[in-house]
């Protein structure tokens, strides 16, 4: 089935023209690979992520019901979409103006550079197409045996594990995974040969309770005895576990089915979530050489209007939030010109005279070479941290609102500079989402999970902490308790498999 | 061979249909009706389905922004649109309330699979035209955008040929203007069978905006279920209080009239509509009339089943009243149509309203029977 087709005739040759531009400029990247669609395919290919094949599940249907009717982002026709694999694909909307085309094949190799070059990446499978595709095949696989909808009910529930993810995670090479996974083995193969059972490892217990596995009863239920599991048997070591996805793959009451269901959609959240945690660096990066090389390459003169139109499309400000097309790629440029003239270290910041400051020029020239070591090293949260400076604040018009019950609308709140830094930071950090970890597994002593919201500043949305702990609670087979925040007083609420009940 | 993708939208299409039977009771007696969208199109609001996941709570979360204002100024505009979406799977953070579109007949199989409704049998011969051009057959003139290449041609090389200006060594055909031929349409006509909907509503003083809030969700979902079996239906309104007047859908659910009520006025309208543009052997004819069952007197309820029994409902496929209770109504109509005619009379359906909840039983009382 061929949707998208292979560059040819003109694009080819301007792909050939970008590509030698991005060269120049010092881009590195793997083989970038174009292929040209309509809007159709599109649509299939960002309501999955990018890939050409997924696991079957209607959320890539509902996705792709809201993009193929323009809903998901206004009334915009999606500019890019890039994979972050070797070689890296991109494609092209058959019905752009070729104006466009170039600058989402110039925008493309920004990207191309920063998921082959920034370090949150090394970790990636940059074979994630065939890894997708096989976890594609697997499920359906499980569908046949066990009918589509157990199936697609027990994902509906894994699914809310999906950001329960620890960050950490990422700079577990492959190599330490190795070792841990080969550690692992020989863990299991001398319990198999009957050694002693103190100290026996946490990879070990699993294996014994995967053996126990298939005695379980897999219905979804939740509410009915969980065969002879032996929860007793979990390290109770647990306190401080962010990866709670791969806790509850190794640890709670599945099938065999079920757990490698969780291990398919783990690796997969792991697999996006570097471009969770650097969407403002990668966009701003993207949007830097595309605007850089169209403007100082690239362009006719006739295509100058058209190109304005669209970037300045791309570069909307918002008052209801930060673009990060906008703000990553401000960024890149006010590092490079404070590292060309010299506008950082102790001199220039201890200078008080204003005029004297806006005309620092020490001639420095290293502002190139420094936005290439940033694109290398950070990720949003640190970029901002070190970057993000009051002038550029100010220049830049950013403030932070927050709603206002009397009026029941947001607000502009500060232009305060160290709020707004602490706000952005807030929002940025564990990218972007609540941090949930677990303090116990056996609550009570009764094998109940209990979960701890690291509360910084915002609650939680109850309605949705309800049913995420509903699905909590079908996998783990166990009552999942949570201490959290609300409204400024702390507060333990434990559900039990019937209903949500706040625990004095 | 389709994408597997779209074997997933089928998937979530059926979730939402599902949904929305589920809640289709919540849905109506909510007095929430889908939004129309274009013709044959509505969205329908979809909250709750995406994936649950610990996310933070909306209000107090506040955010940063950029742009003019001073501390105070409101943000919420329209949200930012010219970001260009970068497919990012898992990410469903900042979107809109989730709305779907559903076609005339997606609703109405929803909403028939959830009452069981009987599908109509209609009757009367068929009248409505309607055409369909398909392009099947060849003609002289036409637009460019019509013209038929290998025919002209063909006609070209025939004068040719016969005129002698061909040359079998140097091929070369050259059409004027009275070789040229076009696809030309061929129009069919069917006939479908066709419906009309009177609606009567009584707008005398004691009907308030909770009656009529029931009438008007009710009359939704009416139509759009007589729209899913014949190909088209119109709709005409009365409303009444001691005199009826024929008005436009606007108005029928605004007016409110102070005075008395004479029921017989509407029928006697209703009578008149029918007389002058259906004829009851090509149309199947609706009527309906929701009041609070309160008429001025016995004089006139009796003149009011005169008209039925001898001007509407020998000209309808069935007549519906629905009364809806209010706090000043007597509901006597209701007991007097009752006596006459029964409730389980093949022509004259009776339904009572009490409230907002009962709308979906009312439903299934009148179009239960598949008349």
């Known amino acids: 089935m061929n949707r998208t087709k292979a560059l040819s005739g003109e694009l080819l040759r301007l792909k050939e023209e970008i590509e030698q531009y991005a060269i120049n400029f010092g881009l590195t990247y793997y083989p970038v690979v174009f292929e040209v669609c309509n809007y159709d395919t599109i649509c299939i290919l960002a309501a999955q992520g990018g890939f050409p094949s997924r696991y079957p599940h209607w959320k890539f249907g509902m996705d792709y019901d809201q993009l193929s009717k323009g809903n998901t982002y206004g009334f915009q026709k999606i500019y890019e979409l890039v994979i972050n694999t070797d070689p890296c694909y991109a494609y092209l909307l058959s019905s752009n103006r070729i104006v466009d085309q170039k600058l989402v094949m110039a925008h493309v190799y920004g990207h191309a550079d920063f998921f082959k070059n920034n370090a949150w990446f090394r970790t990636t499978d940059k074979r994630m197409m065939d890894v997708m595709a096989n976890h594609g095949t697997k499920i359906r696989k499980y569908m046949n045996r066990h009918g589509q909808d157990k199936v697609e009910s027990f994902i509906d529930a894994a699914l809310s594990l999906e950001n329960l993810l620890d960050v950490n995670v990422l700079f577990e090479t492959a190599e330490v995974r190795r070792k841990r996974e080969e550690l692992e083995k020989t863990a299991v193969e001398e319990a198999l040969r009957g050694d002693d059972d103190d100290g026996r490892s946490t990879a070990l217990k699993s294996f014994m309770r995967s053996k126990k596995r298939n005695e379980f009863s897999d219905d979804l239920t939740g509410d009915e005895v969980v065969g002879d599991f032996d929860y007793k048997a979990i390290d109770e070591n647990v306190d401080g576990t962010r990866d709670i996805m791969k806790f509850l793959m190794q640890n709670a009451p599945l099938e065999d089915w079920q757990a490698d269901i969780i291990g398919c959609l783990r690796e997969e959240a792991y697999y996006f979530l570097p471009q969770r945690m650097t969407k403002i660096m990668n966009e701003g990066w993207a949007s830097y050489w595309h605007s850089k090389i169209m403007t100082e390459k690239a362009l006719k003169s006739s295509e100058i209007i058209d190109f304005a139109d669209v970037h300045s499309g791309v570069m909307a400000m918002s008052p209801k939030n930060i673009n990060p097309y906008k703000i990553g790629i401000e960024l890149f440029r006010d590092i490079e010109h404070r590292w060309d003239t010299g506008k950082f270290g102790k001199e220039y910041q201890d200078c008080t005279d204003m005029n004297k400051k806006h005309n620092w020029d020490k001639k420095l020239g290293l502002g190139r070479e420094k936005i290439f070591e940033v694109r290398k090293s950070h990720n949003d949260i640190t970029f901002l941290d070190e970057y993000f400076t009051e002038e550029f604040c100010d220049r830049q018009q950013i403030f932070t609102y927050k709603f206002n019950p009397r009026t029941g609308r947001n607000e502009i709140d500060s232009r305060e500079f160290k709020e707004i830094k602490e706000k952005l930071l807030n929002q940025l950090s564990n990218f972007g989402q609540p941090l949930i970890e677990i303090e116990s597994s056996n609550h009570n002593n009764r094998s109940e999970l209990l979960l701890r919201h690291v509360h910084r500043g915002v609650d939680l949305d109850m309605n949705f902490a309800t049913a995420t702990m509903r699905n909590i609670y079908l996998i783990w087979k166990r009552p999942v308790n949570i201490k959290t925040i609300v409204e400024e007083k702390e507060v333990f609420y434990s559900y039990d498999g019937n209903e949500l009940k706040e625990v004095k | ?371």
């Open chain 2, 1 to 371: 061979m389709d994408h597997p993708v779209k074997r997933d939208h089928a998937r979530f299409r059926k979730i939402v249909k599902g949904r929305i039977r589920e809640n289709l009771k919540k849905y109506v007696s909510g007095g929430e009706m889908p939004i129309p969208k274009g013709k044959e199109v509505f969205k329908v609001p979809m909250p709750q389905i995406e994936t649950p996941r610990f996310k933070f709570g909306g209000k107090q979360e506040g955010g940063t922004g950029q742009g003019d204002g001073q501390q105070g100024d409101p943000v919420d505009g329209q949200p930012g649109e010219g970001e260009p979406g970068q497919g990012e799977a898992g990410e469903g953070e900042g979107k809109k309330e989730l709305e779907v579109e559903l076609s005339i007949e997606e609703l109405a199989s929803i909403l028939g699979e959830e009452l069981e409704l009987p599908n109509i049998e209609p009757k009367g011969k068929k009248s409505m035209e309607s055409t369909t051009n398909k392009y099947t057959s060849i003609g002289t003139v036409g637009p460019n955008s019509l013209k038929h290449y290998k025919r002209s041609y063909r006609e070209a090389l025939k004068r040719q040929v016969a005129t002698g200006n061909y040359d079998f060594n140097n091929p070369v055909v050259v059409p004027i203007k009275s070789d040229m031929r076009y696809r030309a349409a061929n129009t069919t006509v069917t006939y479908e069978n066709s419906a009309v909907v009177i609606y009567m509503m009584d707008v005398s003083g004691s009907m308030g905006d909770e009656q009529k809030e029931i009438v008007r969700t009710e009359s939704f979902w009416i139509n759009l279920w007589l729209k899913s079996q014949y190909k088209d239906i119109e709709v005409r309104y009365i409303i009444h209080d001691a005199t009826a007047k024929e008005v436009d859908e606007d108005v029928f659910f605004r007016t409110r009239e102070s005075g008395g009520t004479l029921i017989s006025s509407a029928f006697k309208l209703c009578k008149e509509i029918i007389d002058a543009d259906y004829n009851s052997s090509e149309w199947n004819i609706y009527p309906f009339h929701f009041s609070d069952g309160d008429n001025w007197s016995t004089d006139d309820t009796k003149l009011c089943l005169d008209i039925l029994d001898n001007d509407i409902l020998p000209n309808s496929n069935v007549f519906c009243y629905g009364q809806v209770e209010s706090r000043y109504g007597s509901g006597q109509f209701y007991k007097d149509l009752d006596q006459k005619y029964g409730t389980d009379n093949d022509d004259v359906i009776l339904s009572k309203i009490k409230n907002k909840e009962a709308i979906l039983d009312s439903i299934k009382d009148f179009l239960g029977k598949g008349k």
